[in-house]
């Protein structure tokens, strides 16, 4: 539970965070916005590069900072705290971020349930999502 206190400390940073993940068919990101300690907006976006589709889902998803973080583990396998929002006007979203350095980003979804092409566009992280210095243009 120390982990959860201290890393939205910085918070007060009101901005937005972008995190990317890509591979040779999907390019996956998400864009954050914390508007307090525990909400968050987001708005996925999923392209397809080898058939040409997209799609994108947004909404606000809300943390529960009095339970104990998640533990995901890293491209390396090694383990590390993550704080779960979620969404509950979707049926499932869940989005776990690093809960010490929030520089990585996975992401749960219902594909079949909230992508037009859940197949070729799934919500669910493919990979992890790594913080990127996107703006906004």
């Known amino acids: 539970m120390a982990a959860q206190?201290?890393?939205?400390?910085?918070l007060q940073k009101k901005g937005v965070s972008y995190y990317l993940?890509?591979?040779?068919?999907?390019?996956?990101?998400?864009?954050?916005n914390y508007l307090s300690q525990s909400e968050i907006l987001y708005k996925i976006y999923v392209k397809n590069k080898k058939r040409?589709?997209?799609?994108?889902?947004?909404?606000?998803?809300?943390?529960?900072?009095?339970?104990?973080p998640e533990i995901d583990e890293d491209i390396?396998?090694?383990a590390y705290p993550a704080?779960?929002?979620?969404?509950?006007?979707?049926?499932?979203?869940?989005?776990?971020?690093d809960a010490i350095k929030r520089n990585?980003?996975?992401?749960?979804?219902?594909?079949?349930?909230?992508?037009?092409?859940?197949?070729?566009?799934?919500?669910s992280s493919q990979g992890i999502l790594f913080k990127s210095k996107l703006k906004k243009k």
Do not use: V, W
């Not at 990585?104 to 919500?123: G, V």
């Open 21 to 32: 993940m890509k591979n040779d068919t999907l390019m996956q990101m998400i864009r954050i």
């Open 83 to 97: 704080i779960e929002f979620n969404d509950k006007q979707k049926d499932y979203i869940y989005i776990r971020i």
């Open 5 to 10: 206190s201290l890393s939205f400390k910085h």
């Open 104 to 123: 990585k980003i996975q992401i749960n979804a219902n594909n079949c349930l909230l992508s037009k092409h859940p197949l070729y566009c799934p919500f």
């Open 52 to 68: 040409e589709l997209q799609d994108s889902i947004s909404g606000i998803a809300k943390a529960h900072l009095d339970y104990d």
């Open 76 to 78: 390396d396998g090694t």
